[in-house]
């Protein structure tokens, strides 16, 4: 047995090999949807059962809407470990854990030293289920070879091949075994080698029947088959199809009598295979009394989960209009040419942290060979007879019933990324594939071993490159420890405790000839409130630190205010010792406060002594900069050592041309720490006399210090509490639909080194001061204030929603902070001559909604008296109503005003009364319409109905004339009106009957 298929022997010992050392290589989480796939695991194993509510679904995360077959095999399996520990450290649970350095962008977790071996609870479970994964594969290869072989001996297709039989199933099974995407695929805590596995079963089933092996256990086995596929993954919902032409050919070709029983008896055990797992949705989850009996059990297949594209669907199918987004916004809509591109090399590749060194090339020598085979397919189609294209046509056929969906989900969101990923798609069909492209290569032109042999040229190379450069991309683990699966090994325990959040357990020191490397053990004993630097002193018999060292922990990576209770770290400090006079020692440990450059503790920890020897003969004179990588980035350190010269003097440059001088300086070293400001680029060092000749790549996240020049910008300079201000904005609209989005960007900047969790609060207030929009958010959506440097300048776009119930009027938006570190949301209070003031907003408006307020147009003027007269070239005056009533001592005027052009300026309306000397004796000046409709938010075509009421109390008896017209209150500029100097109108005079002298 072993000798007669040696090659698939070593083929699955290659395979086993390789996708065991991806597993073992790359970190927890980098599969595709890992994380959610162990949570529902978890879930499962700790529950023993599915979600059966919404809030155990959330808790279950997104991937517990999905068919559970896979989890529920990986959750039975490891039952008996404890999968809540460790708890992993899940950026999404706290913006603080954004400010580690080492994040795998985008599964974004925070990879510790709790899944480094020996495995425990969790992280053995999910070893588990990776090796359980391979095991899946393993036996789908092994189909897959069964196929082959009988896709080799039962046709004419090789009769004239130089190719062996078994060589041809060798081949075709090394070629799906060795893609690369399949090897990682098959690694990971994933669904796919499952799915994989049960469609290998099924074609190779298929396949003996189209054979003549047509016993009825072959048909129901097959349903059940499909029935499990179908809960494992909804994509081969359509592959119980490929049982209508297959019986079909079978009765045309006398194989079988009554098609439609087998049809029938497949579909039976298909619905027998998937039914419980609809029936367990459909009974918790159903929306029958909302959306009715059919699409009650239909809405918690589609429209339950977080999947844009399946909630498109649902709403397509019912009619109702999708009110989500289409897609997230920051991806831009996709071409079917895009979708197909990315649905091939999602299919063969695999990018590392989002970069793929291999595209495009590997992919279009790929493409090649796909091309050739394409080509030899369609020879073979045009020379075979029926029987052959028959079987061509039904392995096509499992190709084809799995791309409906997928397309059609892609033209309802045109989100690439969610709905053309070649593993989701086409694995099903992953024996029909490389079944496909072996039959093609074989006739296409040459039939010999080399052209077979093309793929295996380029695939195994391209496996082996990516696992090794998987093991040089991924950095390793975080010398934390959240869950202490095995005691510490410490030279010299301590429990010296660093205030009340911060412990010292103990260190190792360890000098040799040009470094000494001390490891600090330290634990967090609560949540840390702000970030600490560690000092370290070698202090001389005369209590002279000749050498001072400053870091972060881990080298910035993981700064003390993204610590978690109960989080062991283990930093390792490299510390030169080159510069470092012989002499006797004691080394003193503090930490230092970064927001007010103060030490934490009064007297420093002594920590050990120890004896520097003598230096070499002939030290070496050159200046050095130990940095432990590159490129540096924010928070890392810096040490610089030189002799004979003055560390002091010696500078950091780099574009921006800023000389940054050392954060420490001692005499045998100097120490530089990369800030948040430090743009990216090349650095340089210098002294007053010289550019040494040591350089430095930074690269740094892009920050913004200094506000740009910025059109349409409205300043602001809004204190809040003295921890953020927000500068000004920019409006390019004022004008939105009822039900829309008001375009808003702010500029914020951060005033304190340590600044809270504030979150962004912005209302869209009424005449009537209800609420009609916006909505709670943080900064930049995500842009957590927890992460933003001392004086960084945050811009801020984004859309404020107003309600569809809106009155149409004139609104205005309120902005402010607030924070909910105690539970209750507090608002952060503007400052006033720099104390508190009783106000913690601030007023954005005017806006127009809808259209403008009730009662401020007309759609048609008819002034008692007419004027058309026009101010400037944007509004005229039609005319007005005047009404003088002596009773109540008072002139009232209505002002019809029609917009020509829009306005850019908020115009004040002025009313004088002027006696026969042209002296004023009586005005009002306010903005029109009492200020409920301001100028700038008048619309072409509209015509304004401005009401005034002028008292005439003072005012004695005589003839007087009334002035109107519009000025800017910011200035006292009036707008022109035509022809006149004075820019005002002058309307018919009044005989006012008042008090006489």
């Not at 077959?69 to 950026?91: E, I």
């Not at 497949?266 to 009394?289: E, V």
């Amino acid at each position: 047995m072993f000798r007669t298929h040696i090659g698939l022997w070593l083929i699955l010992f290659g395979f086993i090999t390789l996708a065991t050392c991806y597993s073992l290589i790359v970190p927890l989480t980098q599969g595709e949807d890992e994380l959610a796939h162990y949570r529902y695991i978890s879930f499962i194993a700790q529950t023993g059962r599915l979600p059966i509510n919404s809030a155990e679904r959330k808790q279950a995360w997104y991937r517990a809407d999905w068919p559970p077959l896979y989890h529920l095999l990986v959750g039975a399996a490891v039952s008996s470990l404890d999968t809540t520990r460790p708890h992993l450290k899940d950026v999404g649970e706290s913006p603080r854990r954004r400010l580690v350095g080492e994040i795998f962008y985008p599964r974004l977790i925070i990879y510790t030293a709790d899944a480094n071996f020996p495995w425990q609870d969790g992280i053995l479970a999910w070893h588990i289920g990776r090796f359980m994964s391979i095991f899946f594969a393993t036996i789908a290869l092994v189909f897959t070879y069964l196929t082959a072989l009988d896709v080799a001996q039962t046709s004419q297709v090789l009769k004239t091949c130089e190719v062996s039989i078994k060589t041809f199933a060798t081949l075709t099974t090394a070629l799906l075994a060795f893609t690369p995407r399949f090897l990682f695929s098959s690694a990971m805590l994933s669904d796919d080698s499952l799915f994989i596995l049960l469609s290998a079963i099924i074609i190779w089933l298929l396949w003996r029947i189209l054979h003549g092996n047509n016993r009825w256990w072959y048909y129901a086995l097959i349903g059940l088959l499909f029935g499990l596929s179908i809960v494992t993954k909804y994509s081969t919902g359509l592959l119980p199809l490929i049982i209508i032409p297959a019986t079909w050919w079978l009765n045309l070709t006398s194989k079988i009598q009554n098609p439609k029983s087998k049809i029938a008896l497949t579909w039976l055990f298909t619905l027998i295979g998937a039914s419980w797992w609809f029936g367990w949705i459909g009974y918790y989850f159903n929306t029958i009394k909302q959306d009715g009996l059919f699409f009650g059990l239909l809405h918690p297949l589609l429209a339950s989960g977080p999947d844009v594209s399946m909630r498109r669907i649902f709403a397509f199918f019912t009619g109702n209009p999708f009110t989500g987004q289409e897609r997230p916004a920051a991806i831009a809509p996709g071409t079917f040419s895009d979708w197909l591109i990315y649905l091939f090399q999602t299919f063969w590749g695999v990018p590392v942290l989002e970069h793929d060194p291999l595209f495009p090339w590997a992919y279009l020598l790929i493409f090649v060979v796909c091309f050739m085979a394409l080509v030899g397919l369609w020879q073979l189609w045009k020379t075979a007879e029926a029987e052959t294209r028959f079987k061509l046509f039904i392995l096509t056929m499992f190709v084809v019933l799995l791309l409906p969906f997928p397309v059609l989900r892609f033209f309802l969101t045109h989100n690439i990324l969610e709905t053309g990923q070649g593993r989701h798609i086409l694995y099903p069909a992953a024996q029909a594939i490389p079944i496909l492209l072996m039959l093609g290569l074989w006739n296409f032109g040459v039939r010999s071993n080399s052209l077979f042999l093309t793929p295996y040229f380029l695939l195994l190379p391209w496996s082996l490159f990516q696992l090794g450069y998987m093991t040089m991309t991924y950095p390793a683990p975080l010398s934390v420890q959240t869950t202490t699966f095995k005691p510490l090994v410490i030279t010299h325990p301590l429990k010296h405790d660093f205030g009340d959040a911060i412990r010292l357990l103990g260190y190792d020191f360890k000098p040799a000839a040009d470094r000494a490397y001390l490891t600090l053990y330290w634990q967090a004993r609560q949540q840390v409130e702000e970030n600490y630097r560690v000092q370290v002193q070698f202090l001389d018999p005369q209590n002279q630190a000749q050498l001072t060292w400053l870091s972060q922990p881990l080298n910035g990576r993981y700064p003390t205010r993204a610590w978690d209770k109960d989080d062991v770290v283990q930093d390792t400090l490299p510390v030169p010792l080159v510069n470092l006079p012989a002499n006797d020692y004691r080394l003193t440990l503090n930490l230092w406060r970064e927001a007010k450059d103060k030490p934490l503790l009064k007297q420093a920890l002594l920590l050990t002594e120890f004896k520097q020897p003598p230096p070499p003969s002939n030290p070496s004179t050159d200046c050095h900069l130990w940095t432990e990588r590159l490129p540096a980035r924010q928070r890392n350190t810096l040490a610089l050592t030189c002799r004979d010269r003055n560390l002091a003097q010696i500078a950091l440059v780099g574009s921006d041309n800023i000389p940054r001088r050392p954060d420490a300086l001692s005499p045998a070293m100097a120490i530089f720490m990369v800030g948040l400001d430090w743009p990216s680029g090349e650095y340089r060092l210098q002294d007053p006399h010289e550019i040494l000749g040591l350089q430095l790549t930074v690269a740094n996240e892009a920050r913004l210090f200094q506000l740009p020049k910025i059109d349409g910008f409205t300043t602001v300079e809004a204190n809040f509490a003295d921890h953020i201000k927000l500068l000004g904005y920019t409006l390019p609209t004022r004008r939105v639909e009822v039900g829309g989005g008001l375009p808003l960007t702010l500029y914020w900047q951060s005033l304190a080194p340590v600044v809270g969790d504030y979150v962004v609060f912005d209302k869209v207030l009424g005449e009537d001061l209800k609420v009609y929009g916006g909505y709670d958010r943080l900064p930049r959506e995500y842009y957590s204030t927890i992460l933003w440097g001392n004086g960084e300048i945050v811009e801020d776009g984004f859309g404020v929603p107003i309600s569809p119930n809106a009155p149409p009027g004139v609104y205005n938006l309120h902005i402010g902070l607030y924070t909910r570190a105690t539970g209750e949301p507090i608002s952060l209070p503007l400052l006033e001559n720099g104390k508190p003031s009783n106000s913690s907003s601030v007023v954005i408006g005017p806006v127009k909604i809808g259209g403008p307020p009730d009662g401020a147009t007309t759609k048609k003027a008819a002034p008692q008296i007419t004027l058309n007269q026009p101010f400037g070239n944007q509004i005229t005056l039609l005319g007005y109503d005047i009404i003088q009533n002596q009773k109540s001592n008072n002139l009232k005027l209505t002002l019809y005003w029609q917009v020509n052009a829009p306005l850019a300026q908020s115009y004040t309306t002025f009313l004088h009364l002027r006696d026969m000397a042209n002296q004023n004796v009586a005005q009002l000046d306010r903005p029109p319409v009492n200020g409920r409709y301001p100028t700038n938010l008048w619309d072409a075509g509209e015509i304004v109905v401005d009401e005034i009421s002028l008292p005439l109390t003072t005012v004695a008896t005589g003839t007087y004339t009334p002035v109107v017209g519009l000025y800017d209150p910011s200035n006292g500029t009036r707008l022109s009106v035509t022809g006149v100097f004075e820019n005002e109108v002058r309307l018919e005079k009044i005989n006012h009957v008042g008090f006489t002298h």
